[in-house]
């Protein structure tokens, strides 16, 4: 158990749903990362919350969008879903900002768009 | 901006044999390079951590890489490999403080007994 809690771990949603995958971070930590890993495109960086601000975004959709709460978990909401979105999503956690600690990783959410 | 490039897509070795994974990183400044490890429906381990210390870095579960300025290299090597070896690597790159770590693509260890 890396700490890192992520659920669900296994989620089947149609396309033009939405859905909201959530994360709790490692205790102490207050960075969160999200990642999506796909056959095709491997581990992509979608964005990152430190401390509940926005810190940093990578390839993250406009039809995404996350928070980090007060308590730190964090929760990543995917809407209009298109099987493309079929993936793994993974939330990281590290204690500070920037990266040069490295994460901590959750063991995934698998999502499956049908 | 920082990149990394993982040489193997795909590397097999018998149990026993030594094995070595390597990866070459482009960085403008001074890089913290990472090697994740991940285990078939697992989620990413970290194996070791190169931060501006020794040039050598020694991880978990024997594992070790060298940190080559000179080459831009960061491989990851281990003596003797182990079946339970048998899973994805990644080679990960960020430029110190930056909020960006840049994943290769991969490397699928196959062990074979």
């Known amino acids: 158990d890396s700490g890192v809690t992520q659920t669900p771990k296994h989620l089947i949603t149609a396309t033009g749903q939405r859905v909201t995958l959530r994360c709790s971070p490692r205790s102490g930590d207050l960075s969160v990362y999200w990642y999506q890993q796909s056959l095709d495109q491997g581990l992509q960086f979608l964005i990152q919350?430190?401390?509940?601000?926005?810190?940093a975004k990578g390839n993250i959709l406009e039809r995404f969008s996350a928070q980090q709460f007060p308590d730190l978990h964090s929760e990543l909401n995917l809407s209009s879903l298109e099987l493309g979105d079929s993936a793994l999503y993974f939330c990281a956690s590290s204690a500070r900002q920037g990266t040069n600690y490295g994460y901590t990783f959750g063991s995934g959410t698998r999502l499956t768009v049908v | 901006a920082q990149s990394v490039t993982q040489l193997d897509s795909h590397v097999s070795v018998s149990e026993g044999t030594p094995v070595l994974l390597r990866c070459n990183y482009s960085?403008?400044?001074?890089?913290?390079l990472f090697w994740y490890v991940q285990h078939p429906n697992k989620g990413l381990q970290l194996l070791l951590k190169y931060t501006s210390a020794a040039t050598l870095v020694k991880g978990i579960n024997g594992f070790e890489a060298e940190f080559k300025k000179s080459e831009t290299s960061f491989h990851l090597t281990k003596p003797s490999a182990h079946m339970s070896d048998a899973a994805e690597y990644f080679c990960v790159v960020s430029d110190l403080w930056n909020n960006d770590m840049r994943f290769g693509a991969g490397t699928r260890l196959t062990v074979k007994p």
């Open positions: 960085s403008s400044y001074s890089p913290s």
């Open positions: 919350y430190y401390n509940g601000e926005e810190r």
